[in-house]
């Protein structure tokens, strides 16, 4: 059996610090081959390139790595490993890490998720991390002990198929981490707040700026795990599909429903009427 | 009470057929708001602007609506309406008609879903249509008799809450739609295949192709539907947890894990030792 090879990537770029620290853990499970974007992606969500082409350079990385800068999107750096560098999927793939949270509805604009979530959907395990620090500098040195032990944790139990894990760490030295639990997604979402300024023009121009508001008060949620000093794993689905409202939607008239146009080559199709 | 107020978004731009198709059936049902982005921003996925500031300029859109060309993602756009434009939640997102279809998991990377989605966020009922067509000039002419019955069943029945509705119509004259069906995801996935160029410089750069390939074989899907001449329906779901892999990475020990030298003063950490 081959080498297990680890596809790592992000969305801070490929010389943020996070990615070295995630680098370097990975390297202790397998032959690792980093490829990321070339430039920050943060809030870049599941963007591909569709209407321009792409670049891959070689990156001097270190630590013996093989690394690639990407002119693309954190998703199109995946597309990118298997179809153009590797001609192989990885066995996992591991995105960040991240600085800053991804934790709570942020899993949909975050590039480092996208990332993981692309590898989800080609079939391969994967996991973000992020740390709830956004500082270039920030101190991953816990990290890397939670990095390591989630990795022993997949290649000795396995993660479940068609997912990804988000996996979301506060901002504290180890010996104050309580622990790692498993969390649901916390509803909450990001509140506008535009700043509109002037430019040297006359224009106007705005600022997409804004503050986490959480709707939740469940302890079952990543924003409890993190704000309560534990490390948050929540399993994302790549099924979007709102299982438990289907029998809602169900009941619209939706099959029977009215072109009385259509009716006679269709008489499947009964006129509705909507109440005055 | 105050008239129905209605955001019309897009990811094709703010000039595209599918959009002035959409905003003329929605006008029916309440007055309209067009903001759109200025350009085409397919595979825009849920990318929101964090590092560039946005501009927003009226649009004449004809038909006596109020009509702004954003220069942000489609996600920009509904944030923008929100915050900037209409100083208050609209009661409902129509997204598209996209020129092409966005079904399966095409959902992660469509701008047009990604502003539906957005909404959703939002609390604000939602939804995103498209059409299998991917040309500049499609027929809309069926598209606007499904968007006609699907409104009167959401101004009837109501949607369900949380969710945003994914609705992908098959490239057919309205005769020949055999009905509207309520479905789940199809699994399935863009199959990459990179098509290597050289430039003038003789530097390589690629672009990314790729085919369809359905995993899936129910005849619940989205997929199955549209295939078959139906209009599919599914709900997507703004909660991501993967809720039914929670007792299944809930048996990784976690909570017992494993950083001997914190054991001291963390007791719940337990050493974990990885089978050779």
């Known amino acids: 059996m081959s080498e297990t090879l680890i596809l790592v990537c992000n969305d801070d770029g490929i010389d943020a610090k996070g990615i070295h620290a995630l680098a370097k853990v990975a390297k202790r499970f397998g032959k690792v081959v980093v490829i990321a974007p070339d430039s920050p992606q943060s809030g870049m969500g599941h963007a591909i390139s569709v209407s321009k082409p792409l670049r891959l350079k070689p990156y001097p990385f270190g630590d013996g790595i093989d690394a690639y800068a990407c002119s693309g999107t954190p998703a199109d750096c995946v597309k990118m490993a298997t179809g153009v560098v590797l001609h192989r999927k990885p066995d996992l793939v591991l995105s960040g890490v991240n600085h800053g949270l991804n934790a709570s509805i942020s899993v949909f604009y975050s590039g480092t998720m996208s990332a993981a979530m692309e590898a989800a959907i080609e079939g391969v395990p994967s996991m973000g991390f992020s740390l709830a620090d956004f500082s270039a500098d920030a101190d991953f040195s816990a990290s890397e002990r939670i990095v390591d032990i989630v990795l022993k944790n997949h290649f000795h139990y396995g ?10 760490i506060p901002r504290l030295p180890l010996e104050q981490i309580k622990g790692i639990r498993v969390c649901r997604q916390a509803y909450g979402r990001w509140v506008e707040e535009f700043e509109e300024r002037i430019d040297p023009h006359g224009r106007p121009y705005w600022w997409l700026a804004g503050r986490f ?23 994302v689905n790549i099924d979007a599909t709102a299982h438990h409202t289907l029998p809602q939607v169900n009941r619209w008239k939706l099959e029977n429903l009215a072109m009385t ?6 008489p499947h199709f009964v006129e509705f009427t909507p109440p005055e």
Chains 1, 2 share one sequence.
């Open 159 to 168: 993660t479940p198929e068609n997912i990804t894990l988000n996996i979301n």
């Open 213 to 235: 508001k959480l709707n939740d008060e469940g302890t079952d949620t990543d924003i409890w795990a993190i704000e309560n000093g534990y490390v948050s794993i929540c399993p």
């Open 261 to 266: 146009e259509v009716r006679e080559t269709a």
